[in-house]
């Protein structure tokens, strides 16, 4: 692995792009955005729903995003002569830059913490945070499967880093690493890449997790996803992928015509804590799983892939690092939409059973180099 060098720099707009540099020749990052952008601005609004006491954000500002633009005018791709992009440099390897219209900012216009209407029924406040875009290659054609493993371990450090950085920053709560891959997802820019949004709140689904795992431990002793986690590997049915440090599973109960959890072998709290040889591992793990999700229909699998970290200021023995792939195509030509029991009940109905996902997964194998061997790093 070669030395990761990081270059911050400004924006027009002020906002901070930061430049992750794995090739040792690469130059030294001193070009300027010579675009005339006018200053961010974000409304983001959170309110917390009195029936079910979860936070939900408003951000009516994002309406105006850019959305699918022609590839030669691509906002994520290297800038060229004549034609700037949210990256000044002619080329990169990782790039990093706050979103232009983000879901929560540091930086808040409007009012303060307060109640909707004045009731005292409804708690509103300004949608703080941070959300960056990570742009895994230059390369708008590719794809995170094709990444190399090098570039792929460039891209979990860059996480760490990230991750350490949006937990200091106030008022962040809970830092959520993730990528939209696919039209059928809801991607607006097809270039290869994914965000990070620092959370004013601990998010639902985690929090209901803290709370599960927190009644295991007083009941058990241990961690439930690490008795999940011995369970699956002592079975093999539902393993997809298997290292050193990690093991690639359908989670027993998967909601999702296609769902993997990557789950490493020793418990930790978040991405700062991995080793360098837990990092490698993923590496090699998760190409392994993203070559066989291409493979499962011959064709690019669309799908949501987030890391799974400790909230600021809870128990981090509650937590253990994990991510969590899942996709909604349920064949090469069908998709799973949310029928009434999901949307209004949050009951979910898989037309498959996730022995069934985890076999049809492992007779995909790998195509198209996904597995990362000899892939270019973009």
Known sequence: MSVLRKTSRR?????????FDDTP?????????TRDLPEVTAASEIRRDPLTDEWVAMAAHRQTRTYKPPADLCPLCPSSPGTPSEVPEGDYDVVVFENRFPSFAERVDGM?????DGAGLVPSAPGMGRCEVVCFTSDHAGSF???????????????????????RLDGVRQVFPFENRGEEIGVTLSHPHGQIYGYPFVTPRTERMLATAEEYRERHGRHVL?????AERASGE????????????VPPAARWPVQVQVVPHRQVADLTELTDAERDDFASVYLQVLGRCDGLYGKPLPYVAGWYQA???????????????LSVLRSADKLKYLAGSESGMAV???DATPEQIARRLREAGEVGGAAGAGAATG
Do not use: C, K
């Open 348 to 350: 979910w109905i898989n």
């Open 112 to 116: 303060g913490e307060t109640t909707v």
């Open 11 to 19: 924006l027009a707009d002020g906002r901070e792009i930061v430049y």
């Open 25 to 33: 020749d690469a130059p030294e990052r001193t070009a300027d955005d």
């Open 238 to 249: 539902r393993i997809v992928a298997e290292g050193e440090y990690w093991t690639a599973f």
């Open 145 to 167: 499967g094709e990444l190399s493993r090098e570039r792929v371990r460039t891209v979990v450090d860059v996480w760490a880093d990230r991750t350490a950085e949006l937990s």
């Open 311 to 325: 909230p600021r200021g809870t128990d981090p023995g509650l937590s253990w690092l994990h991510l969590e792939l």
């Open 226 to 230: 690490g008795d999940v986690l011995a």
